[in-house]
């Protein structure tokens, strides 16, 4: 059974810094593609990066330079450390997994940036 579980969202000031986790089981985590979406109330679920098995990044326009996906095929989690935070980086967080066939999603963990 596929399992991913997120955690690090919490609340913080903006201008801070976060580090999102995702724990993976039951899955060949080093061939998948990883990625963070995020989802505001109101909003489509959105993109926020992604990281392929070879290790190449993409970043929503709106978190380059402030956010940095990373992975570590021997634990097998995937990151997201996210600085500089801002209001509107307020969202549920969710960590995606994709190869061949369906995606799976985790249950999403809430980072909330407000002063």
């Known amino acids: 059974q596929v399992q991913l579980v997120e955690s690090g969202g919490r609340l913080v000031q903006p201008g801070g810094s976060l580090r999102l986790s995702c724990a993976t089981s039951?899955?060949?985590?080093?061939?998948?593609?990883m990625a963070w979406y995020r989802q505001a109330p109101g909003n489509q679920r959105e993109l926020v990066a992604a990281?392929?098995?070879?290790?190449?990044?993409n970043y929503a326009d709106s978190v380059k330079g402030r956010f940095t996906i990373s992975r570590d095929n021997v634990m097998p989690t995937v990151y997201l450390q996210m600085n500089s935070l801002k209001p509107e980086d307020t969202a549920v967080y969710y960590c995606?997994?994709?190869?061949?066939?369906?995606?799976?999603w985790g249950q999403g963990t809430q980072v909330t940036v407000s002063s």
């Open positions: 039951g899955l060949s985590f080093s061939i998948y593609t």
């Open positions: 990281i392929t098995h070879s290790g190449t990044t």
């Open positions: 995606n997994a994709k190869f061949m066939g369906p995606d799976y």
